[in-house]
């Protein structure tokens, strides 16, 4: 008759698959050695690519291959990538949305001689433009805004001009809340009133 187990108070010993061994290293600035198996490679090979940039030069001392990282970026690169980007459309509309505001900041410049100097700020293109004079222009310009024939836009097409010209100054690298943005109550307010209307 087979010998009994306590089957509660069982514990399997570990297949030897499972032991690993780590390799040491006095060097503490050096990359850790790989884990090593009693079973010659049973285990997963934990680092397949180490040493693989590393070869022999003339005398036999190991050096460095610059494979791991690429060449320094220029800043101008990295500008383009950290910028918001847009679906094709989107961009259509946003040079739209830019194109209009511009142009209504042009008209006024040539019309308004009283407020010409609030409006001169207006430029968003602008590396000092002040979110105070921009909320300004913003409750004239959504107001003012006309379709080429003169009839208004619609109350959805005003809150989405202002969206446009946000995302404008996002990709920009500005990121102010155009809509419910401490800076721009006044607008907000006036666009809440004209979409009332």
């Known amino acids: 008759m087979s010998e009994s187990i ?82 094709v459309n989107t961009n259509r509309k946003i040079d739209w949305a830019v194109g209009l505001f511009k142009s209504w900041r042009q008209h006024r410049l040539w019309t308004d001689v009283v407020e010409v100097f609030q409006i001169g700020w207006c430029n968003i293109d602008a590396d000092d433009l002040n979110a105070e004079h921009l909320s300004f222009c913003l409750c004239s310009f959504v107001n003012e805004v006309r379709h080429q024939d003169g009839k208004e836009f619609p109350s959805k097409s005003l809150y989405e001009l202002v969206v446009l010209i946000q995302f404008y100054l996002e990709w920009r690298g500005i990121f102010w809340k155009l809509i419910d943005g401490p800076e721009f109550k006044r607008m907000k307010f006036t666009l809440d009133n004209l979409m009332k209307e």
């Not at 108070?9 to 698959?17: G, K, L, S």
């Not at 032991?19 to 503490?28: F, R, T």
């Not at 600035?29 to 997963?44: L, R, W």
């Not at 693989?52 to 101008?76: C, L």
């Open 6 to 87: 306590d089957v509660v108070n069982f514990t399997p010993d570990p297949p030897d698959i499972y032991l690993v061994e780590y390799g040491s290293s006095d060097d503490s600035d050096a990359e850790p050695d790989c884990p090593k198996s009693d079973t010659d490679g049973a285990v997963f090979d934990l680092c397949p690519n180490l040493g693989e940039d590393e070869t022999k030069d003339g005398t036999g001392a190991t050096e460095k291959k610059e494979f791991r990282f690429k060449k320094p970026t220029e800043q101008s690169a990295l500008d383009e990538l950290s910028k918001k980007t847009f679906s």
